[in-house]
């Protein structure tokens, strides 16, 4: 074959190959087995690596991209990628058309309003880019503003055309659901065990998972699909509308068949265009039907005002947009035996009651903790100790208790009772008053102390932040103490990947890296410990001086103030301070919780003795070679110790860039004065 028929014959390949993609997703009409599509394929990648000059990115054959990516970029959307509002209940859904109509009403002699209703895919929503018909780009929604570029996973999936068959505009940005079918996913569990390897609870696990996957390889294997179901109307992507060429449709149901004519996969025998609510309502109830035997996952069904034109008139409000709505079929339900009941308390102080149970399958996931709420709830529900209870999980959030089976009683329930001591900090509990009349109280109940640790929001964060649990920020800590999973930061030591992957906005992944975060940092030098439990006037350097000298916490916690005055650079205000933290009822109860819960205090290494032994530095400015956190642990390697605050005590201040008031105040004390250079001289 000379290069001309070679040329000739990898055209010929790469257009075939393409039309038997189209049959085979598009049209649902394979036209070959698929034998013949990989012999094609096969013959295709030959001849590219055999004539190179002709390769092209959006060959067929490059949908298993090549090398594994070192991390993912984040890419800025264009318009938000935005969350829906649920309906629960078909009265929730017309309360919803109620609303709906009621602004359109200002729209003078318009057509009555049609809704189109589709399947809610159980999968991962994403954006697709394509300028000149070509794929630029694909990511993830992420928080709606700012996703992942995973470009290169979603080449790999066969039902996303990497051209776009005509007429195109320039520029469009295609958004829909990639998602992984059931009997991949059966398929995958099954090799997942053989292999001793987690298993997946669902497909919107597996297929956000499988599109995380760093290497494009391994998310080629996973045989991932995807349906189209919008257009975004992208400032930033000229040309969707004014090209004369593409007329993207009045309606949304006409943007569905608009996809097919692009190459995209759609649901035709699932969608369903009426102007009559009854027929929506009815097509609800036949998905409900097929949901068990359906070939992907569905957890509902999107409803949407099916004119483009009244759903600008309706707009968006937060994440959520007014003119579409998911209807989310009832929650899974299961049956447990509650163990304990056990309170924890908010960053408000309220008492929130969470149900202890034996490791539940409910929904597609293990769950061993339900909110209770309140004890107005519990009596209403009537629940005691030892119940045999229904729990269920709503709109992916933690489970609830909905029922008790009285009838399962043995004798031997024990009644759940409000504590009357704060389970943190020991100090009484009251109902608060409400309203404008005294006689008008809380449902829930409230620790009265206002020193209480389960409220010091930023000392829990200062806390995570020492013990360099990482992964669990200022918005993780206000979510996991908001469903009542922790009430300070020894609970987090009791918290399972079940507890936070349950959770809305929390994927099996990220439940997995913070749980893995926690458990890696279960053990701490006492010095640390000592940091991280917020002790007035203590920082890192007074906790480490406190370590060395006791070398264990039993020995601080008997130290009389005298003692601990002792301790070179540590006055009597400072030892007064120390002496009541440990003296206190409470925070030595918090301490015995963390132990409980599995922290383990390192005994205190004395320091070696070194080059520095016996000096003491402060560093002011910027340092060039390192950070300042650096330069102190070179220093204390050497034997040397680090300060804050410069006085006649200290040996040395380091002057960075920009110095600040402390080495003026060096001056004024004739401290001696380094600059980076000379402190690297002297560490090296």
């Given at each position: 074959m000379?290069?001309?028929?070679?040329?000739?014959?990898?055209?010929?390949?790469?257009?075939?190959?393409?039309?038997?993609?189209?049959?085979?997703?598009?049209?649902?009409?394979?036209?070959?087995?698929?034998?013949?599509?990989?012999?094609?394929?096969?013959?295709?990648?030959?001849?590219?690596?055999?004539?190179?000059?002709?390769?092209?990115?959006?060959?067929?054959?490059?949908?298993?991209?090549?090398?594994?990516?070192?991390?993912?970029?984040?890419?800025?959307?264009?318009?938000?990628?935005?969350?829906?509002?649920?309906?629960?209940?078909?009265?929730?859904?017309?309360?919803?058309?109620?609303?709906?109509?009621?602004?359109?009403?200002?729209?003078?002699?318009?057509?009555?309003?049609?809704?189109?209703?589709?399947?809610?895919?159980?999968?991962?929503?994403v954006s697709?880019?394509?300028?000149?018909?070509?794929?630029?780009?694909?990511?993830?929604?992420?928080?709606?503003?700012?996703?992942?570029?995973?470009?290169?996973?979603?080449?790999?999936?066969?039902?996303?055309?990497?051209?776009?068959?005509?007429?195109?505009?320039?520029?469009?940005?295609?958004?829909?659901?990639?998602?992984?079918?059931?009997?991949?996913?059966?398929?995958?569990?099954?090799?997942?065990?053989?292999?001793?390897?987690?298993?997946?609870?669902?497909?919107?696990?597996?297929?956000?998972?499988?599109?995380?996957?760093?290497?494009?390889?391994?998310?080629?294997k996973?045989?991932?699909?995807?349906?189209?179901?919008?257009?975004?109307?992208?400032?930033?992507?000229?040309?969707?509308?004014?090209?004369?060429?593409?007329?993207?449709?009045?309606?949304?149901s006409?943007?569905?068949?608009?996809?097919r004519?692009?190459?995209?996969?759609?649901?035709?025998?699932?969608?369903?265009?009426?102007?009559?609510?009854?027929e929506?309502?009815?097509?609800?109830?036949?998905?409900?039907?097929?949901?068990?035997?359906?070939?992907?996952?569905?957890?509902?069904?999107?409803?949407?005002?099916?004119?483009?034109?009244?759903?600008?008139?309706?707009?968006?409000?937060?994440?959520?947009?007014?003119y579409?709505?998911?209807?989310?079929?009832p929650?899974?339900?299961a049956?447990?035996?509650?163990?304990d009941?056990?309170?924890?308390?908010?960053?408000?102080?309220?008492?929130?009651?969470?149900?202890?149970?034996?490791?539940?399958?409910?929904?597609?996931?293990?769950?061993?903790?339900?909110?209770?709420?309140?004890?107005?709830?519990?009596?209403?529900?009537?629940?005691?100790?030892?119940?045999?209870?229904?729990?269920?999980?709503?709109?992916?959030?933690?489970?609830?208790?909905?029922?008790?089976?009285?009838?399962?009683?043995?004798?031997?329930e024990?009644?759940?009772?409000?504590?009357?001591?704060?389970?943190?900090?020991?100090?009484?509990?009251?109902k608060?008053?409400?309203?404008?009349?005294s006689?008008?109280?809380?449902?829930?109940?409230?620790?009265?102390?206002?020193?209480?640790?389960?409220?010091?929001?930023?000392?829990?964060?200062?806390?995570?932040?020492?013990?360099?649990?990482?992964?669990i920020?200022?918005?993780?800590?206000?979510?996991?103490?908001?469903?009542?999973?922790?009430?300070d930061?020894?609970d987090?030591?009791?918290?399972?990947?079940?507890?936070?992957?349950?959770?809305?906005?929390?994927?099996?992944?990220?439940?997995?890296?913070?749980?893995?975060?926690?458990?890696?940092h279960?053990?701490?030098?006492?010095?640390?410990?000592?940091?991280?439990?917020?002790?007035?006037?203590?920082?890192?350097?007074?906790?480490e001086?406190?370590?060395?000298?006791?070398?264990?916490?039993?020995?601080?916690?008997?130290?009389?103030?005298?003692?601990?005055?002792?301790?070179?650079?540590?006055?009597?205000?400072?030892?007064?301070?120390?002496?009541?933290?440990?003296?206190?009822?409470?925070?030595?109860?918090?301490?015995?919780?963390?132990?409980?819960?599995?922290?383990?205090?390192?005994?205190?290494?004395?320091?070696?003795?070194?080059?520095?032994?016996?000096?003491?530095?402060?560093?002011?400015?910027?340092?060039?070679?390192m950070?300042?956190?650096?330069?102190?642990?070179?220093?204390?390697?050497?034997?040397?110790?680090?300060?804050?605050?410069?006085?006649?005590?200290?040996?040395?201040?380091?002057?960075?860039?920009?110095?600040?008031?402390?080495?003026?105040?060096?001056?004024?004390?004739?401290?001696?004065?380094?600059?980076?250079?000379?402190?690297?001289?002297?560490?090296?």
């Amino acid at each position: 074959m000379n290069r001309q028929e070679a040329k000739s014959r990898i055209e010929k390949l790469r257009k075939e190959i393409e039309g038997l993609r189209y049959r085979y997703h598009v049209l649902d009409d394979p036209k070959v087995t698929d034998e013949v599509y990989d012999s094609l394929s096969r013959e295709l990648r030959t001849l590219e690596g055999e004539y190179p000059e002709f390769k092209d990115k959006f060959s067929p054959t490059n949908r298993v991209a090549g090398k594994p990516l070192d991390k993912f970029v984040k890419v800025k959307h264009g318009v938000r990628m935005l969350s829906l509002n649920d309906a629960f209940s078909k009265g929730e859904l017309r309360d919803w058309t109620k609303r709906t109509e009621k602004i359109l009403s200002s729209v003078k002699s318009r057509e009555k309003t049609t809704y189109f209703a589709e399947i809610k895919f159980d999968g991962l929503a994403v954006s697709l880019i394509y300028e000149k018909g070509a794929f630029l780009r694909g990511s993830t929604r992420g928080d709606g503003l700012v996703g992942e570029d995973i470009t290169q996973n979603l080449k790999t999936i066969k039902s996303i055309p990497l051209k776009l068959r005509s007429p195109f505009p320039r520029f469009i940005e295609i958004r829909g659901e990639a998602i992984m079918p059931k009997r991949v996913l059966e398929e995958l569990n099954k090799k997942q065990a053989k292999e001793d390897k987690p298993l997946f609870a669902n497909t919107r696990n597996a297929a956000a998972g499988s599109l995380r996957q760093l290497d494009p390889n391994l998310a080629s294997k996973r045989k991932l699909d995807f349906f189209a179901y919008d257009i975004a109307d992208n400032p930033e992507l000229p040309g969707l509308v004014s090209d004369p060429k593409f007329n993207p449709s009045q309606k949304h149901s006409g943007l569905h068949r608009k996809f097919r004519d692009l190459g995209f996969k759609t649901l035709e025998n699932y969608e369903l265009s009426s102007d009559n609510l009854h027929e929506i309502e009815s097509f609800i109830d036949k998905i409900e039907k097929l949901r068990p035997n359906l070939p992907f996952g569905t957890d509902g069904v999107v409803v949407s005002v099916d004119q483009l034109s009244f759903q600008q008139i309706l707009g968006v409000v937060g994440k959520a947009p007014r003119y579409m709505v998911a209807f989310k079929y009832p929650a899974e339900k299961a049956t447990t035996i509650v163990k304990d009941v056990i309170f924890n308390v908010g960053r408000t102080g309220v008492l929130t009651p969470v149900a202890i149970f034996e490791p539940t399958l409910v929904a597609g996931s293990t769950v061993s903790k339900a909110t209770l709420h309140n004890m107005d709830q519990i009596n209403r529900l009537g629940l005691k100790i030892g119940d045999t209870v229904v729990i269920q999980k709503a709109g992916d959030v933690i489970p609830e208790v909905v029922e008790v089976l009285l009838k399962l009683r043995a004798g031997k329930e024990k009644i759940i009772k409000i504590p009357i001591r704060c389970p943190v900090c020991g100090s009484g509990v009251e109902k608060r008053s409400i309203g404008e009349k005294s006689n008008l109280e809380s449902t829930a109940y409230y620790c009265v102390n206002p020193k209480c640790p389960a409220k010091n929001r930023r000392g829990m964060q200062h806390f995570v932040n020492i013990f360099e649990i990482y992964t669990i920020g200022p918005k993780v800590l206000d979510r996991l103490k908001e469903e009542g999973l922790i009430s300070d930061a020894a609970d987090i030591f009791t918290l399972e990947k079940s507890d936070i992957d349950n959770l809305e906005r929390f994927g099996e992944k990220s439940a997995e890296n913070i749980i893995n975060s926690i458990n890696d940092h279960r053990k701490v030098s006492l010095s640390r410990f000592i940091y991280a439990l917020g002790i007035l006037h203590v920082g890192e350097e007074t906790s480490e001086d406190l370590a060395e000298h006791f070398g264990t916490l039993d020995k601080l916690i008997d130290a009389p103030p005298d003692e601990i005055n002792f301790i070179e650079n540590i006055g009597p205000v400072v030892a007064k301070s120390v002496h009541d933290f440990f003296h206190a009822k409470e925070n030595l109860n918090y301490i015995d919780r963390l132990k409980k819960n599995g922290v383990e205090i390192l005994r205190e290494a004395k320091k070696a003795a070194g080059k520095l032994t016996g000096k003491t530095f402060v560093i002011t400015g910027t340092l060039d070679s390192m950070s300042r956190e650096e330069a102190k642990s070179k220093i204390k390697q050497l034997g040397g110790k680090t300060s804050e605050s410069v006085s006649k005590k200290t040996d040395y201040v380091v002057a960075g860039s920009e110095p600040g008031s402390k080495f003026n105040k060096a001056q004024k004390l004739g401290v001696k004065t380094l600059t980076e250079k000379e402190l690297l001289e002297l560490i090296s």
